[in-house]
């Protein structure tokens, strides 16, 4: 039997005080961040009074003229109001662009020498300015897209049906993930100001 080795000792020693005071300094690290629901009561900028569900609630957006960016403002309108309709004197407002892209996914060959589509996607991006609406300023402006899927049959009714449900299924995303960017620039702009 033979006798520790001091030196593998004194380095392991060393090893062991170098983690314990990294893992002491990221936990200060992290103690230092704020993580707080976006939803919650509390209000997303710093000197408001009202909650951040209120401040959603007081976006006014403009009209759009596509029916898959009208899907896309209607269900923003449910988000910000939580069913309650756009609001009569916004306190942003908030323009809002969609576009749309439908691709053919996968080719299929048939009895004859053309392929035929039998699977496609629908891309919606939404592009936002969100500017006050009293002074006119622009608060902030994003852009997002999102991507759905759809089979085509050989039916053309039924290959027409499942395109637009595919972009109601992207208008619907598309809404959500543009309300919690909002959510987010807001709070970003109540903190810069």
Do not use: W
Not at 19 to 25: Q, R, S, V
Not at 48 to 71: D, F, H
Not at 116 to 135: F, I, M, R
Not at 162 to 179: G, K, S, T, Y
Request: hydrophobic share 40%; aromatic share 4%; with cysteine.
């Amino acid at each position: 039997m033979s006798l520790p080795d001091p030196e593998k000792t004194d380095v392991s020693r060393v090893l062991r005080h170098i983690a314990l005071a990294g893992l002491i300094g990221s936990l200060a690290l992290v103690s230092a961040c704020t993580v707080r629901p976006l939803y919650s009561n509390a209000p997303l900028s710093a000197g408001s009074n009202t909650s951040a569900n209120a401040e959603l609630a007081s976006i006014g957006i403009e009209p759009v003229k596509t029916r898959y960016a009208q899907q896309v403002r209607n269900n923003l309108i449910f988000g910000f109001g939580r069913g309650a309709g756009e609001p009569a004197s916004p306190a942003y407002s908030l323009d809002l662009s969609v576009t749309e892209a439908v691709e053919s996914s996968a080719l299929v060959q048939v009895g004859t020498d053309q392929d035929e589509p039998t699977a496609g996607s629908v891309t919606l991006t939404g592009s936002y300015l969100l500017h006050d609406a009293k002074t006119g300023a622009a608060i902030a402006s994003g852009k997002r897209s999102i991507t759905s899927s759809f089979d085509r049959p050989r039916q053309e009714f039924a290959s027409y049906r499942a395109q637009i449900d595919a972009e109601n299924r992207a208008a619907r995303e598309l809404a959500e993930a543009l309300q919690l960017s909002i959510a987010q620039d807001l709070v970003r702009a109540g903190k810069a100001g």
